[in-house]
């Protein structure tokens, strides 16, 4: 065989290995991809069952600075690497986790309100669009925008409307969606515990049947949100929608129930009983809390903030149910929603079950305050005192800050409260007490540095050790 013969079998075998090699590369990449493709089909637009307490960042790789209230999440996006997904979590809040679940949940999607044909991200005007049938999610947007102006009259750090809008898509074409303005319906085998807001309350309809009939007795709080009184449920009254569930254990524990063309609301605390009815404006619920107080009755904590006039009112509702259904409740107004920190005063609030004590730290830029009140069947909420001892770690700018700080060091066992420094509102982690010794009692059993404030002698902050 001669040496070009030799080298004419030796390119035209390069030739084929390669075109093989290309090939098989070829058919690697669009398996890889269709694999790539069958797994974000399988995880964004379904439902994971993390539970409360699942801290979530701002980007991949990031330090978590806020966690959840409310479970379950729905999958909005996959990272390319690493395994980090971002939620969107039952109470509102969203962000990027590596918590992953062994089981993802199809969600299917009803759309309530109109769909847009561009996501908040695009500063082009957006026009409607209709989109009926099944409907799947399949992405989300980076940005978020609220569907009408009361939604953004309420408190940025408390407004669950501020989420990222839904990528929906069905057969007749594609838009996007406040999830406010959705509705998911899956497979029961997803339990949901904490805080849990619209779209992820059209799972659990059902509690409906819960309302009241006529000739029932509610308690009617009046327009300006500072009293109740006992009545009987009108003809006709209905309550078409639920607006927010907070689940403790397996069961409800205090539920809205919206009428919007009324305008009315009705929460009702346990299963069993407890109707109050707010009238003339729509609360959200931002906050709740349960504790037993003996085997007959419940009590319950709820903080609504609600609109009125050109801005928004916080109070905390302490609610009792005994073993016959019957409630009693009284309301605390709070100076700002918690969280929330401008020019008005900003408050916080702690309860300690065993003492039925609700206490209140609040600021200004001049000075902190605490008022503790005592909660009995008999009397509602008393002040007890107008003092309060709490340990902090280092306050921060904003509550956010001070937030992230409290995931980082103690594993978001601390709450936030406001403290007036330097003529401003700054952020604290911390935990209070009624008294300094049950502070410096908690101090000491910490592993980390904390400084004891004490609040209320005289008005104004006291007494640094």
Known sequence: MTRAIKMQILTTSRVKFTACLTIAVSLGAVLYASQRAKKNVGIVGSLLNLGPGTFLSRAPDAAADQATTGSPVLVLQEAETKGWIRVLAADGASGWTRALSPRAVPVRVVVSGSVSD????????????????????????????????????????????????????????????APSEAGFTWAKIVQARGMVRPPFTMQYSGLTSLEPHEGDGVLRVNETGDSAELSKVSPGENWPR????????????????????????????SQHGGFLVFQKYLPELDKVTCSEAGSAKRICLAQVTALHGDGYVSSVWGMDVSADGATRVKNIELPAASGEANEEPAANWWWDGNAGILGVLSANEQNTSAVLYHYSTETGFTVAGRSAAGAFLPARATYREARAESITVTKNELDVFPIAEAHAIRWAPGRVFAQRAEAESWKNGQKFEVEIRLFGFGGSEGLRP
């Open 118 to 177: 561009r996501p908040p991200d695009d500063p082009s005007a957006a026009e409607p669009k209709g989109l009926k049938g099944d409907l799947r999610i399949t992405g989300a947007s980076q940005k978020s925008a609220v569907a009408s102006l009361a939604q953004m009259m309420l408190p940025a750090t408390s407004n669950w409307y501020l989420a990222p809008w839904l990528k929906v898509s069905s057969a007749a074409g594609m838009g996007w969606i």
């Open 242 to 269: 639920l607006h927010a569930i907070f689940f403790a254990d397996a069961a409800p524990q205090a539920i809205l129930f919206a009428n919007d063309s009324a305008r009315v609301l009705r929460l009702a605390v």
